[in-house]
Each structure stands twice: as structure tokens, then as C-alpha cells.
């Protein structure tokens, strides 16, 4: 099994990233770099989580062998051949018989981690540090050509690189007077991962604080239905003004479109960049602005005003901006939408005494076998309204647990004696009979409890909708790499937090014990003393004041005191919002309702009235191609004539046919009924649509 668990993961987390971004982003739509991008960011950070307790369970193994050394090279010590053993030696009563060592299931060979973790925290900085930014600023440009994205890019992150080079450079000369150190290059790349490490780890612990009291909380909520449905109305109300927002801003947009395609002709060298915009806008807008186009119209023969190439290029970025955000608030509406009406569903099905769960509105995905065999509506009426917030309850519950464990660790891991950290306790438990799998599943759970208070938190931030993730595609590329840069910065800190949490840090336990590969490659932080003494070790307990400040909803209340809408349950704004929220769901339920109804009755009259209703759609548009045709001299007035006024079944039969009849009616006046279907002609538009079926008669308001 040498090195299989570590090409298994590999793999296993390549789907993974590839399903996230998948959830996330749009493979049909988005560039081919972007997703390149943001997959390999997401890749390598989800790596070093998943292969650290490999990483661990290594160690410590070597640990052992080392321990085994240590006694059997001192000449007063005699080794027990007995392999269980724990009586105390005669030399030194502090130590016992140590038990033989087991090489771990996963054990990975010598060598290979070192440069596992170098080629992956490397190239993770030269993504996060370097690449993204280029390609985030590259990717929102709205320039036409690469040249000019290019360029653009370039310009945005000179004051971005220029920051970082002032940092980097500031640490390199604090360094070089120092009279007791020497600078070389292990020394520089140390000053390089400790400035990366320790930004990362300022926004760590912002993010851990929020995410520790956060996750939790929102679990218990989730199993109070009434409380949920209410949050639900007020996310429903701000949701609504910022679709009506997006719609509002598309219109204006596509106005600004509309204005420069009507000055710019076909034959204008800035043509193409119009065209160029006119792909990026919806169908049916360049539908409607290309309706009117005079393509033969010379853009010399008038002397217009024409927008410059910079100005096109900043509409374009518009229109980029504008086309995602209407389309994400859309897909986010009808989600928002369909989660309402689940959870009034399960308001009314919590008293049934069926016992069978009722949906107002059937689904329209066919039922598969799972919905037909396994989770039938009695099943689904124990879950949803009897089950569900039990289990929630008890996953807040525990999670709850983990929080204050971790908060509680990282107020104490800096002591070693006595061993106060939770996590390093169980771990050196787990250490003492060389249980591995315990000790990789350990580190695993912790990490990944971290990894999701911490990047939950992420996926929450929205800075005034120019940084948001939103899952079903809509998701765009400034946010997705934007996404992959924080992962790429938070993940090697918070995996050398942890590392210190469980003591396998000799930075921070100032222990002579075996290092990880991972910590190996991170480099001494003795070189800073002030941030290895310092800031590693005591800035961590910031995060009880920020549980803290998250658990009374300050963030919250700040926000909502400064104008930013939050669901504050004392608050007098939130409740007018529900009420909004509340009669936008209902609206909308009304409007599917008589959509489903409409439905109901054409199928029930299709089945009733199935042939005559065909015999009469057919014979209807056969009329209505005739009339759009242009009539031919081989047409005899006696069958239009036929075609107009033919009618088949009786009375009620053709009222109820004329009800369901979907055709675009007609504007018939009394003048229109002529015998001769020739003179009718005249009235005909010259589109080919019957604009008037009146006679062709000059009147006194004709010009009107």
C-alpha cells in the first residue's frame, strides 16, 4: 500500500474540484483559462487538506524509529524483546518499554512528500500571488483584442505587485542589519512564506471567528420550520429589489447598446466591436436592435459624433457585468421561489393526519425509482416534518462541540506542559499505541471542520455584488478566481495552525520531535522571532472576541444600522420586509396556480373535444397561411371564402373550440366582411401581418 492511499486521493480530489466548479461555474460559457484556473487553485488547496493526516500518520511513524534508536544506542538500557510490555526501566523511570512499530496502511515512502509539497505550495503561490490577479483583471476587461485585455491587466495590478514588492522588501532589509543573521536563500524564501502566512492568518482568524459560531447556529434555525419560512420572506423581498435593480440596470444598458448600433453602420471601422458587444447581449434584444439596421446607409454621408474606442471598450464591460447579474438573480429567484413554497408545504403537512407528504405543485421532472420505492410521500412526511430537525438539531449540537474545542485549542496550544490543547491530547493518545487510522481520521475531521467554517464563510462573502458565488452556474469569472486566490492564501496557514494545534509544530512547541514534511518545506519561523514568538502564538485569541461579537449579531446590527438590510428579528425594517417577502411568494404562487390551471383545462378539453379541436386547428392554419401568403390569380374567391368562414360541430362545440383557439386574433371591423375576398387584400400590411381589415378609402383622421 506504499504511496496507493496517496495516488488514490490525488485523484479523488481532482473530481471533487472538478464537481465544485462544475456547481459553481459554467463550462459552456466561460473562458477556457478562467476554469483552468480557478480548477487548479481549488486542486491544490483541496490537496494539502486531504494529504496532510497522510502526512502526519507518516511522522509520527518515523518518530517511533527514532524512539527505538535512541534507547538501543545507550548502553544501560537493554532492549525487552517482549513486544507488549509496558513495565518502567531501571534507568530512566520516566520512560516505558516501547511497543514495536507499525508502518502505517498509509504509509508514504521517503522522499516523495518533500517534493510533493514543494511542487504544490509553490505553485499554489504563484497562482494566488501572480497568475490569478492577472487573469481576474484580464478576464473582466472589456477590451475587444488580447493586446488591449493585455494591457489593461497589466495597468490594474501595477499598484497590486508594487504593494507586495514594498512588503517583501521591507521584511528583506529588517533582516539584513540585523548583525546576528545571514542572509541566503533558504532565508529569503522563509521571509517569503512568512509574509504570505502570516496575511493569510489575519484574514484566518476573521473568518474562523464567524464561521465557529455561524455554522452551528444555522443548523438549529434550519430545524425551526417557522423560523426558516420567515427568514426565507425577508432573503425573498431583497432578492426581488435586487432582480428588479439588475433588470433596471440591463435596460439602461442595452438602451446605451441600442444608441451606438444605430450610429455606428455596417460599413464604420468600429463596426466590429459593436458586433462584438451585440453577441454578448440577450436574444431578444438583438433581436429588437436588429430589426431596424439601414444596412446600405453610409456612416460618411452624415456627420454624427462617434463613440471612441475606449468608450466602447468600458460599455463592453458593462454589458458583460449587466447580462451576469440579470441572469443570476433570475436562476437565484426561481430557487428562492421553489424553497418557499417547500417550506409552506411543510407548514401545512406538519398537521396531517395521512401522514403522506402533499406538494402544492406536482414536480415536473419525471419520478424516478428512488421517489417511487424509497422515498415515497410517507417517508418524505417522517423526514421533512418529524426527522429532519431532530438530526439538525443534534449536527448543531455536536458542531457546537467542535467549536468550542477549537476555540478553546487555540487560547492554549502554545502550552505543552502541561498539554492543554484538545487536539493534541487526543492525538498523542491515539500517538501512544500507533493507532493510525484513528490519528488520520482525526487530523482529517478537524481539518475539514476548520476547512468549512472557513471557506463556508468565503462562499457567504458578498462585497455590494462585485464578489459573489452563487451556486447553479451563475457564478462569474471575477468571482471564481477571486474564490481561488483566497483558498490558495487561507489554506497553507490554516494547515499550519493546525499542525500547531496538535503540537507537531516545532516553531511554536519548541519540541525536539520529528517535523512534517509540510512544516519542513514552510521553513523555520525562528528567522522572525517576533512573528514565530509573537504573532503566531497569541493573535489566535482574537478569535473568542470575534465568536463572541458573531454570537450577538454586532456585524449584523452594525450593517443594518448603516443602511444595509439585515434580518434582525427586533427590527422594524425586517418586518416590513417579511410582509413584502411574504406577499411576493404569494403572488407568485397565484401566478403559477393559474398557469397550472390553464394547463389543466386545455388537456381535460383536449380530451374531450380531441378531433374537433384538430380538424379546426388544422383548417385554422391553413387560413392563416393563406392569408399570409400573397394571394396568387390561381386562387378561386369561392375557396377563401371557404377558408374564412368554414365551421364544423355544433354550437357549444365551437364555443368551447374558439376557448381554447391560441391563434393571434384578428381585427375585424364591419367594413372588413366583403364578399369579394380581393377587396380585403388591400387592407394587407406589407410585412405580411393584417394590421386593419378596413377599405382603402381615404378618411378625414387618416393622418391623425
Not at 507488549?84 to 498509509?106: D, R
Not at 476555540?407 to 502554545?414: A, I, L, N, P, R
Not at 374558439?658 to 371591423?669: R, Y
Request: neutral net charge.
Amino acid at each position: 500500500m506504499s504511496g496507493a492511499a496517496l495516488g488514490i486521493e490525488i485523484v479523488v480530489v481532482f473530481f471533487l474540484a472538478l464537481f465544485l466548479l462544475h456547481r459553481y461555474g459554467d463550462f459552456k460559457k466561460q473562458q477556457r483559462m478562467v476554469l483552468f484556473g480557478t480548477l487548479l487553485a481549488w486542486y491544490l488547496c483541496f490537496l494539502i487538506v486531504f494529504i496532510l493526516p497522510l502526512d502526519v500518520s507518516t511522522t509520527i511513524y518515523k518518530q517511533c524509529k527514532i524512539d527505538h534508536e535512541e534507547p538501543a544506542s545507550a548502553p544501560t538500557l537493554s532492549p525487552n524483546p517482549s513486544n507488549h510490555t509496558t513495565a518502567n526501566t531501571t534507568v530512566t523511570p520516566s520512560k516505558s518499554v516501547l511497543k514495536p512499530c507499525y508502518k502505517p496502511w498509509s504509509y508514504i515512502p521517503d522522499g516523495i512528500m518533500p517534493v510533493f509539497w514543494r511542487v504544490v505550495y509553490w505553485t499554489s503561490q504563484c497562482l494566488t500571488w501572480l497568475l490569478l490577479p492577472f487573469m481576474q483583471s484580464y478576464a473582466r476587461s472589456g477590451g475587444f483584442s488580447i493586446t488591449g485585455k493585455i494591457k489593461t491587466a497589466l495597468i490594474e495590478n501595477a499598484i497590486y505587485y508594487g504593494t507586495y514588492l514594498l512588503i517583501f522588501g521591507s521584511l528583506l532589509i529588517y533582516v539584513a542589519v540585523h548583525p546576528e543573521w545571514h542572509l541566503s536563500w533558504y532565508e529569503l524564501q522563509t521571509i517569503g512564506i512568512t509574509a504570505a502566512n502570516t496575511w493569510g492568518l489575519f484574514l484566518l482568524v476573521l473568518l474562523l471567528g464567524y464561521g465557529l459560531v455561524e455554522i452551528p447556529r444555522s443548523y438549529w434555525n434550519a430545524s425551526r420550520h417557522g423560523h426558516l419560512l420567515i427568514k426565507t420572506y425577508f432573503k425573498a423581498s431583497k432578492l426581488m429589489t435586487e432582480k428588479a435593480d439588475a433588470e433596471e440596470n440591463l435596460e439602461d444598458v442595452m438602451e446605451e447598446v441600442r444608441k451606438v448600433s444605430e450610429s455606428i453602420k455596417y460599413n464604420h471601422p468600429l463596426r466590429k466591436y459593436i458586433d462584438t458587444i451585440l453577441r454578448k447581449c440577450p436574444v431578444d434584444y438583438q433581436e429588437k436592435m436588429g430589426r431596424n439596421m439601414d444596412d446600405y446607409e453610409d456612416f460618411d454621408d452624415k456627420q454624427n459624433t462617434y463613440p471612441s474606442e475606449k468608450s466602447l471598450v468600458k460599455l463592453h464591460k458593462q454589458v458583460i457585468y449587466a447580462v451576469q447579474r440579470h441572469n443570476r438573480t433570475r436562476v437565484q429567484w426561481q430557487i428562492l421561489l421553489q424553497q418557499a413554497i417547500h417550506l409552506e408545504d411543510v407548514a401545512k403537512n406538519e398537521t396531517s393526519s395521512t401522514h403522506q407528504f402533499v406538494h402544492s405543485f406536482p414536480s415536473s421532472e419525471p419520478t424516478g425509482w428512488f421517489s417511487r420505492y424509497v422515498y415515497t410521500p410517507t417517508v418524505e412526511w417522517y423526514w421533512e416534518c418529524l426527522l429532519k430537525r431532530w438530526f439538525y438539531r443534534l449536527l448543531s449540537v455536536v458542531l457546537t462541540l467542535f467549536s468550542v474545542a477549537v476555540v478553546w485549542s487555540e487560547c492554549t496550544f502554545f502550552s505543552t506542559r502541561p498539554v492543554l490543547s484538545l487536539f493534541a491530547v487526543f492525538i498523542q493518545l491515539a500517538e501512544r499505541e500507533y493507532n493510525y487510522l484513528y490519528i488520520e481520521m482525526a487530523c482529517f475531521i478537524t481539518i475539514f471542520f476548520l476547512c468549512t467554517c472557513v471557506y463556508s464563510t468565503v462562499f457567504r462573502i458578498r462585497v455590494f455584488n462585485y464578489y459573489y458565488l452563487a451556486s447553479h452556474h451563475q457564478t462569474d469569472a471575477y468571482s471564481l478566481q477571486f474564490s481561488g486566490m483566497l483558498f490558495c492564501r487561507l489554506t497553507p496557514p490554516l494547515c499550519l495552525n493546525f499542525l500547531g494545534l496538535i503540537h507537531m509544530d516545532s516553531a511554536i512547541s519548541h519540541q525536539q520531535k520529528e517535523q512534517t514534511a509540510y512544516t519542513s518545506i514552510m521553513g523555520s519561523m525562528r528567522v522572525l522571532s517576533f512573528i514565530a514568538n509573537g504573532f503566531y502564538i497569541y493573535y489566535p485569541m482574537l478569535i473568542v472576541i470575534l465568536c463572541i461579537a458573531t454570537y450577538f449579531s454586532l456585524g449584523t446590527r452594525c450593517l443594518n444600522l448603516l443602511g444595509f438590510q439585515q434580518f434582525v428579528g427586533d427590527s422594524e425594517m425586517t418586518s416590513d420586509l417579511i410582509d413584502e417577502g411574504k406577499e411576493l411568494i404569494r403572488r407568485e404562487k397565484r401566478k403559477r396556480q393559474r398557469i397550472e390551471d390553464g394547463e389543466n383545462r386545455r388537456r381535460e378539453w383536449k380530451e374531450r373535444y380531441g378531433n374537433p379541436r384538430d380538424d379546426y386547428t388544422a383548417r385554422n392554419r391553413s387560413s392563416h397561411e393563406m392569408k399570409e401568403t400573397s394571394y396568387s390569380d390561381t386562387v378561386a374567391p369561392s375557396n377563401n371564402r371557404q377558408a374564412k368562414y368554414s365551421r364544423s360541430g355544433s354550437r357549444p362545440e365551437r364555443d368551447c373550440i374558439e376557448l381554447l383557439q391560441d391563434a393571434e386574433p384578428l381585427d375585424f371591423n364591419a367594413d372588413s366582411l366583403t364578399d369579394d375576398p380581393l377587396e380585403s387584400e388591400s387592407g394587407r400590411h406589407a410585412g405580411g401581418r393584417y394590421l386593419s381589415m378596413s377599405s382603402s378609402r381615404s378618411r378625414i383622421f387618416d393622418d391623425v
